[in-house]
């Protein structure tokens, strides 16, 4: 393999998928309803997520994936399927340590939206740089959970948290 050919281009299964996710749910039965704009977000990262992520659980697992996340009691629950939709294992992880991050976030973003209806642009950039400050801060959280046992990069893990968030709202 030359210098300027990635791992997913020729590496195990030599398909480009096998350390991917192509699909994502979320666990819709604590949901009674959600704001447009989180719906949008959420659309969003599902969508992102599938367009380009590396995801690659540890021990002796082959992708694609199939991710279902979901909440119990006080852990994030990443269920993992193969792509024909056999169980391959689960991993969870506490979500007290999100908690603070999470209230924060949805704080900074109820103000982001309601700046961009009146603010000037100064004032939406400054918030909207507090809003990225902590999805990232989010997102480092989620990677160092996981570490060890999912190898996922960065915008993978920033996807993911935006998921963490909107399962985390329950009206």
Known sequence: MSDDQSDSENGPGADGRRNQIIDVTLDERTVKRRHPDIEHERAVAIYDLLEDNRFAPFGDYQGPYRLHLRLEESRLVLDI?????????????????????????????????????????????????????????????????????????FDTARRLFTLLCVLHIRT
């Open 81 to 153: 399927a193969s792509e024909d939709h056999q169980h391959l294992g689960s991993i969870g992880i506490s979500i007290s340590p999100f908690r603070r991050i999470i209230k924060d976030y949805f704080t900074v973003c109820e103000s982001y939206f309601e700046a961009i209806k009146t603010a000037s642009p100064s004032r939406i950039e400054a918030i909207d740089m507090g809003r990225r400050g902590l999805h990232n801060e989010g997102s480092e959280l989620l990677l160092d959970r996981l570490k060890g046992r999912v190898d996922l990069d």
